[in-house]
């Protein structure tokens, strides 16, 4: 007989150099929901909203969008995510997975453009979008894992 895993919830993030998409897990880690996205500030004011939005929704992982280049290669942005991951790591003595998010920010503008959301207000719901899928993805491979084993 199986035991029951612990229920945890998700935060799923896309690290933009401005603005970052938050996503969250339900308890039962078999839903993703936006929850919007935030301006970056200093080190200090970054810390009290993690600390804030972790404790709030009870998270006890964080994956963070691994921006890879198309043939798999870390590049610039994709070393600043994994410094903020790193941070995040450390600051809250969470597991942080990183998690490769190739073609997501293409999938998010093609159901902003069939929802027809203008680029105006696009930029943030963009981010909140990839979030979402970055986590609906990292659920369905954590499910699938989870059959097989």
């Known amino acids: 007989m199986s035991q029951a895993k612990p229920l945890k ?13 938050l996503a969250i897990s339900d308890p039962l880690q078999l839903t993703a929901q936006p929850l919007g996205s935030q301006s970056l500030g200093s080190e ?3 810390r009290r909203f993690f600390e804030e939005i972790l404790k709030k929704y009870e998270i006890n992982l964080i ?3 691994w921006p890879l280049q198309m043939n798999g290669q870390p590049g610039h942005q994709a070393n600043q995510v994994l410094k903020f991951a790193e941070w995040l790591e450390k600051s809250f003595n969470l597991p942080v997975v990183l998690w490769d998010e190739r073609l997501t920010t293409r ?3 093609a159901l902003m453009h069939e929802q027809k959301i203008t680029t105006a207000k ?3 719901i963009e981010h909140t979008l990839v979030a979402v899928l970055i986590l ?11 059959f097989q084993s």
């Open 122 to 124: 696009g930029k943030k």
């Open 63 to 65: 994956v963070v969008g």
């Open 44 to 46: 200090e004011e970054n």
């Open 9 to 21: 919830r998700v935060l799923a993030i896309d690290y933009g150099e401005k603005w970052i998409g």
């Open 136 to 146: 609906e993805a990292f659920l369905e491979r954590q499910r699938f894992d989870e």
């Open 107 to 109: 999938q998010a503008q």
